[in-house]
T-cell receptor, first 112, second 110 residues
Framework: DAGITQSPRHKVTETGTPVTLRCHQTENHRYMYWYRQDPGHGLRLIHYSYGVKDTDKGEVSDGYSVSRSKTEDFLLTLESATSSQTSVYFC???????????FGPGTRLTVT | GDSVTQMEGPVTLSEEAFLTINCTYTATGYPSLFWYVQYPGEGLQLLLKATKADDKGSNKGFEATYRKETTSFHLEKGSVQVSDSAVYFCALNTGNQFYFGTGTSLTVIP
């Protein structure tokens, strides 16, 4: 499982509040990714990181920001949560050798 | 842009039936191709991969062959089991990004 954990695993929050999701890895992989999963859309990339302080946007980055101050942690922040951000969020790493991804267990976020 | 299209589900099969889930892709360059499986309440797990044309990925009785001429990577299994019930995702990698299909739900009935 590449030692990936996500916290929290479940969260309910109100519209307009900021929310931060955490992804933690234990194997020092350079690349980390945040996706959201919604019915009928598969997985869509929000942001990814290719090193400490190095990040880039994905296809659905509006309303989200990320930070990576150390190799093992990649944080996703919803600056002001909206109901359209209700989703399941997955973090993934890409192994430095080979190019497959490994996923965390997911965070189910509900914005009321 | 790069993208993956996979067959719509849901798919329901009887145990020991033959499985095919179609996947086609659009990509510039030479992508790597993957199949992932997701069980209820869990993250995606890598099932198999292929990194160049004519490669065959295989794992747990599942197979897929990278066909550049037809831009396809169809997933097959000769005899499905109830435990194979899950959602299957086709994906491709080019550069730093990965692109996923919308997923195909498979239910296998005894």
């Amino acid at each position: 499982d590449a030692g990936i954990t996500q916290s929290p695993r479940h969260k309910v929050t109100e519209t307009g509040t900021p929310v931060t999701l955490r992804c933690h890895q234990t194997e020092n992989h350079r690349y980390m990714y945040w996706y959201r999963q919604d019915p009928g859309h598969g997985l869509r990339l929000i942001h990814y990181s290719y090193g400490v302080k190095d990040t880039d946007k994905g296809e659905v980055s509006d309303g989200y920001s990320v930070s990576r101050s150390k190799t093992e942690d990649f944080l996703l922040t919803l600056e002001s949560a909206t109901s359209s951000q209700t989703s399941v969020y997955f973090c993934a790493i890409r192994r430095d050798r080979g190019n497959e991804q490994y996923f965390g267990p997911g965070t189910r976020l509900t914005v009321t | 842009g790069d993208s993956v299209t996979q067959m719509e589900g849901p798919v329901t099969l009887s145990e020991e039936a033959f499985l095919t889930i179609n996947c086609t892709y659009t990509a510039t360059g030479y992508p790597s191709l993957f199949w992932y499986v997701q069980y209820p309440g869990e993250g995606l797990q890598l099932l198999l991969k292929a990194t160049k044309a004519d490669d065959k990925g295989s794992n747990k009785g599942f197979e897929a062959t990278y066909r550049k001429e037809t831009t396809s990577f169809h997933l097959e299994k000769g005899s499905v089991q109830v435990s194979d019930s899950a959602v299957y995702f086709c994906a491709l990698n080019t550069g730093n990004q990965f692109y996923f299909g919308t997923g195909t739900s498979l239910t296998v009935i005894p």
